[in-house]
């Protein structure tokens, strides 16, 4: 069974610092691109960062560039999202995907059949 789990959430004051990792199985995960998503109460989900599948390409939204690194260890089978001077407007629920489109693609969720983790909070609050 191919799953994604992703762990490392809690919540934070501003200016803090958090480390979500997202772990796979039951697929090759280095074949895979990587993601990470939010969706915060009453918005849609947005694409926060993406990663190729060798690790040499991410992007990211203009709001967290700067301050969150993407990184993944295929031999762990797990991406990282370091995030740092954590803000209030990040709290949300953070999900990886993994799909085989290419990092800037998948961050457009223009997917072709990916893989969901189940969700990790956020929550930044002084």
């Known amino acids: 069974q191919s799953r994604l789990v992703e762990s490392g959430g809690g919540l934070v004051q501003p200016g803090g610092s958090l480390r979500l990792s997202c772990t796979a199985s039951?697929?090759?995960?280095?074949?895979?691109?990587i993601g990470w998503f939010r969706q915060a109460p009453g918005k849609e989900r947005e694409a926060v960062s993406c990663?190729?599948?060798?690790?040499?390409?991410?992007n990211y939204t203009d709001s967290v560039r700067g301050r969150f690194t993407i990184s993944r260890d295929n031999a762990k089978k797990t991406a990282y999202l370091q995030m740092n001077s954590l803000e209030a407007e990040d709290t949300a629920v953070y999900y990886c995907?993994?799909?085989?489109?290419?990092?800037?693609?998948?961050?457009?969720?223009?997917?072709?059949?990916?893989?969901w983790g189940q969700g990790t909070q956020v929550t930044v609050s002084s």
């Open positions: 995907a993994a799909d085989q489109v290419g990092p800037i693609r998948l961050c457009r969720f223009q997917t072709h059949n990916p893989y």
């Open positions: 039951g697929f090759t995960f280095d074949w895979y691109d």
């Open positions: 990663i190729s599948s060798g690790g040499g390409i991410t």
